[in-house]
């Protein structure tokens, strides 16, 4: 579950991690509100007007700007609130903006010049351990400077049992070229960072930049935070921080039926039982000379409930110009499911598009047979080529 | 001969009297698994599915003389019940369970580090030697026996892997699925090179999918091995795109190095037999084997 920069900073401050500090505002009224809120608890002169959606590179579509006082809140809050965000992370619609959060100014001057560094925590797969990933190369996409100064990046892997030690969090701070007050305060940042992670259940800790301000404390000024949601089920006060506005309505809608699905740009529908033969399945249909529309597993059941489900979201897709079912019966009998096929399309009256129905596994020939025999404008395969050559003849 | 699981194995399942558990377990005792029991605790003393119920796992190892276990333990309780097997001696654990959180199993793969055990999965459908022992919810009649060892992230692509090398007349040796979770016990790498060893295997399937480094460890470490057993691969997910998951939590394409694409490219320059279709994965066994 992906969190907004405002869930996020909230969740790390529980812990004890030094945050921007901000206040959320839905509309230019609350952001104006919010900013005299702001500056009598911090003393802010200037604020910061970040829109709050589910997609990085913000400041690169104009979603992050700086606002030196009261009316430029209102109107930039006015301007950042509806509009339709595009930055390298979204699509070319963009996403719209719901909420802006409203937060203080760090960059002031101060004693020493101000400095920004790059901190993620997440799973280091080939170990099976956490890891923290860290730069000198603050502020910048961490994707490039991977690319062009590898050099820059370092990793603190965590031994789980003993957790991150002092030493560790002492080395992040020297590589980063800190000293004085400003290494102790980024040693404490590192530590209750990674408590928070741990504490949290997440999956993802990105936070750039970790800002070093110029009277040398050290900050989230964003953060990006996705939590496992495997682990949902023991953090119950998290469920409510998901924000289905940011999710897309057909993959929320699947979702809550018991579907497994992934909205594609292409145009041949998919419903097949098991994540690795969906992807197969949707390789097998470019290779046939079409695109994938869609990822869609149905899992164990399907039954005539569930393929009726999977056909109407499926269908919500104008793009979608043909439908290939694959499924493996294993368990479930395929002759069960072409049952269920037959079902949901009598149930659903007129399907527009063709549909390809492979069934392989217990009882085969019994449900091409059924299938055959329909009446109904399906056509039935059996091996997994005879499917994709159908495809190819029904895009032809 | 035959890798993780046989004739021999006395099989234990965790999670035993609930649905899953019986469901799963009557259809490997009828498929003629060597089911000595099972374990849930509290019921304990208790016969189900004309087996003991133990209440721990340790009490079946000593009682019944278990040495395999299967989880079908919720995801909430799994990671402990698949310590507990490591702590009682249990050689082979397969965890079936699906959706347990990452860091629970950052603590399982520590603490079954220095045990004398071997973990399959989780989030996967299990081991099955055709003939012998079905420790999985795989449908057993698609596995025949025969020469060829599968190795797999996914179910039901294991199934089709498994009938398109039947299909061909030959049959399998062992499959094993090994679970599209981030974190599992064995990798690709380990598991192929049980079945590279094994003296009955003639030809390895391996298939993978996007996300993670797993498939080309496995290359690098055949290349290295300097093995003759052929292997034939493929990886799904050519057409999903990046930053997206696919089902399961592993498959996401992160970087440049873990797309279809690239994975396969390390594939073929290990020597391993790529295939781009996955309906030609039966057909490149059977030509393989032909031609040596």
Known sequence: MNLHEYQGKEILSTFGVRIQRGIVAQNAQEAVTAAKHLTSETGTKWYVIKAQVHAGGRGKGGGVKLAKNLQEVEQIAGQIIGMNLVTPQTSAQGKKVHQVLVAEDVYYPGESETDEFYMSVLLNRATGRNMIMYSTEGGMDIESVAEKTPHLIFTEEVDPSVGLMPFQARRIAFNLGLSGTAFKEMTKFVSSLYTAYVKSDSSLFEINPVLKTSDNKIMAVDAKVTIDDNALYRHKDYVNLRDLREENPIEVEAKEVGLNYVDLDGNVGCMVNGAGLAMATMDLIKQAGGEPANFLDVGGTADAARVEAAFKIILKDPAVKAILINIFGGIVRCDRVAQGVIDAYKNMGTINVPIIVRLQGTNADLAKELIDKSGLDVQSAVEFQEAADKVQAVLA | ?292
């Open chain 2, 1 to 292: 001969m035959s890798v993780l699981v046989n004739k021999d194995s006395k099989i234990i399942v965790q999670g035993f009297t609930g649905s899953e558990g019986t469901f799963h377990a009557s259809q490997m005792i009828e498929y003629g698994t060597n089911v000595v029991g099972g374990v849930t605790p509290g019921k304990g003393g208790q016969t189900h599915l004309d087996k003991p119920v133990f209440n721990t796992v340790l009490e079946a190892v000593e009682k019944a003389g278990a040495d395999t276990s299967i989880i079908f333990v919720p995801p909430a309780f799994a990671a402990d019940a698949i310590m507990e097997a490591a702590d009682a001696g249990i050689k082979v654990i397969i965890t079936i369970t699906e959706g347990i959180p990452v860091a629970d199993m950052i603590k399982v793969a520590e603490y079954i580090k220095h045990k004398p055990c071997r973990l399959i999965g989780p989030n996967c459908p299990g081991v099955i030697t055709p003939e012998e022992a079905k420790v999985g919810i795989m449908p057993g009649f698609v596995f025949k026996k025969g020469k060829v060892g599968i190795v797999s992230k996914s179910g039901t692509l294991t199934y089709e892997a498994a009938d398109q090398v039947v299909k061909q007349g030959l049959g399998i040796t062992t499959a094993i699925g090994i679970g599209g979770d981030p974190i599992i016990g064995t990798t690709t790498k380990q598991a192929v090179e049980l079945l590279i060893n094994d003296p009955e295997t003639e030809a390895v399937v391996m298939i993978g999918e996007i996300g993670g480094q797993l498939e080309a460890d496995a290359a690098t470490w055949y290349k290295n091995s300097g093995s003759k057993k052929p292997i034939i691969g493929f990886i799904a997910g050519e057409t999903a795109p990046a930053g997206r998951t696919m089902g399961h939590a592993g498959a996401i394409v992160g970087g440049s190095d873990d797309t279809a694409q690239a994975k396969k490219k390390i594939m073929r320059n290990s020597g391993i037999h790529v295939v781009d279709s996955p309906a030609e994965i039966g057909k490149k066994v059977a030509e393989v084997l032909a031609s040596l």
